[in-house]
């Protein structure tokens, strides 16, 4: 496991300013996040900018393994055909990044909603993971569909990737999500192992998703987590997704970042 942060630590900065910053700090694996992803599909040809961006970070040794899909796409929602056309120019950024990990929330929430049953839900899952995954074939990218609230467990990850059948899905482990469900860490991870490819890595109290760093005043059992990871032999970014640490001044925020990174040495080791 090698550590890692997602960029929209430094939310407020250019994606150059970002990867600057980050390795003046000596972090050199980063997920680029939704925010920063945005900033440059506007630039252009997704393929281009994400090459020329990947060239750019590589001057200061940094790579991007991980990646966050959009944020507010539901992929599952009415207006799929939409959402699928909307997300290919974010895998082909992806792919131009030579990220390998691309996270992705399952979707589902308009259809719960709307009343529509477990057989209907799935079956628009399918639909979207199918064509995602199909485009992005023949690359080193993996879809990982994140444990959320419409897809808490590692179950109903996993029976969303057999269903669909492609060998190009994954899971991402969200810590902070897990401890506001089962918060069974362990089996979590026992029951995803085979598709584990991604985490974030987040604390919180149990009330609502913080976003915090570990060992502070969450409720996450990280003494389960880690061993459990090398037991299953994850060997993927430990990346921190720790929003709920930037409101600080600049300073405070930069000092906090070299706590992390002792932090993640520490529990790593």
Known sequence: MRPAIWTAYFLELSPEETVATFAKKGWHELELSDEHARMLLERGAPSTTGANFRCHAAEYGVAFPQGHLSLTCDIAASNQDEVIDGLKPWLDLFVALEIRAAVLHPGGAERMEQGADEEEVMAARVRALSALSDHAAGTELTLCLENIGTAPEAEDL?????????????????????????????????????????????????????????????????????????????????????????NCPLPIQLAKLDYAKTLLKLMLD
């Open 158 to 246: 996993c029976a969303i990737i057999e269903a669909t059948g492609r060998p190009n899905i994954g899971i991402c482990l969200d810590t902070g999500h897990l401890n506001l469900a089962s918060r069974d860490q362990k089996g979590f991870i026992q029951k995803a192992q085979p598709y584990l490819k991604a985490l974030h890595i987040a604390d919180n109290d149990g009330s609502s998703d913080q976003h915090l760093l570990p060992y502070g005043r969450g409720t996450v059992r990280w003494d389960d987590v880690v061993p459990s990871l090398r037991q299953a032999r994850y060997a993927g970014l430990f990346n921190l997704e720790i929003p709920g640490e930037r």
